[in-house]
T-cell receptor, first 117, second 115 residues
Framework: GAVVSQHPSWVICKSGTSVKIECRSL??????MFWYRQFPKQSLMLMAT?????????EQGVEKDKFLINHASLTLSTLTVTSAHPEDSSFYIC?????????????FGPGTRLLVL | AQTVTQSQPEMSVQEAETVTLSCTYD???????LFWYKQPPSRQMILVIR????KQQNATENRFSVNFQKAAKSFSLKISDSQLGDAAMYFC????????????WGAGTKLIIKP
């Protein structure tokens, strides 16, 4: 199997606070994890690629100081939304690449709903 | 740059019948992978089926199969014996075979199952 967990599943916070979202690969080691943002009725938008032990690679238009990503171990990556504002409210999804032979598929966490008041 | 197009924003099918979801892509690469993911109302993305471009044989997973036409750059998903649990958003995705593991996503097709 390939199970990816995400915590918390949803969070409500006040404007100006920071929120940390954890992404864990439970039964495999993931050298690469991805963070996506999804707006209602839209496709996934890649925010950044997180490689274990190195700095994340951010997509164009994503503020790296706003969305801090840390991939400290082969099973854990975290996304911290700093000084959150209402426009940061969204559904955030992580995925982890399962290495091996053949297609190295991405497996997804269940997502985190963030509401900033 | 590669692109993925899903031209059907919404499809509906009667329960127990067969439905085909379309996906086309544009690439200049010869080696790549294609995926179909399902996102039910829970919003958990679930891998449905995957295909290596170098394989001529179409992938199948139980009631799900693909029609991979490499020359036409088409990758459609066929769902046989549709069930109520198949209702979801379906996303087609492309990935290069190189070291960049990023997925390029289509806009999605909402599948409605009529009981």
């Amino acid at each position: 199997g390939a199970v990816v967990s995400q915590h918390p599943s949803w969070v409500i916070c006040k404007s100006g606070t920071s929120v940390k979202i954890e992404c864990r690969s439970l039964d495999f080691q993931a050298t690469t994890m991805f963070w996506y943002r999804q707006f209602p009725k839209q496709s996934l938008m890649l925010m950044a690629t997180s490689n274990e032990g190195s700095k994340a690679t951010y997509e164009q238009g994503v503020e790296k100081d706003k969305f801090l990503i840390n991939h400290a171990s082969l099973t854990l990556s975290t996304l911290t939304v700093t000084s959150a504002h209402p426009e940061d409210s969204s559904f955030y999804i992580c995925s982890a690449r399962k290495p091996g032979t053949g297609i190295e598929t991405q497996y997804f966490g269940p997502g985190t709903r963030l509401l900033v008041l | 740059a590669q692109t993925v197009t899903q031209s059907q924003p919404e499809m509906s099918v009667q329960e127990a019948e067969t439905v085909t979801l379309s996906c086309t892509y544009d690439t200049s690469e010869s080696d790549y992978y294609l995926f179909w993911y399902k996102q039910p109302p829970s919003r958990q993305m679930i891998l449905v089926i995957r295909q290596e471009a170098y394989k001529q044989q179409n992938a199948t997973e139980n009631r799900f199969s693909v029609n991979f036409q490499k020359a036409a750059k088409s990758f459609s998903l066929k769902i046989s014996d549709s069930q109520l649990g198949d209702a979801a958003m379906y996303f087609c995705a492309y990935r290069s075979a190189g070291s960049n593991y990023q997925l390029i996503w289509g806009a999605g097709t909402k599948l409605i199952i009529k009981p």
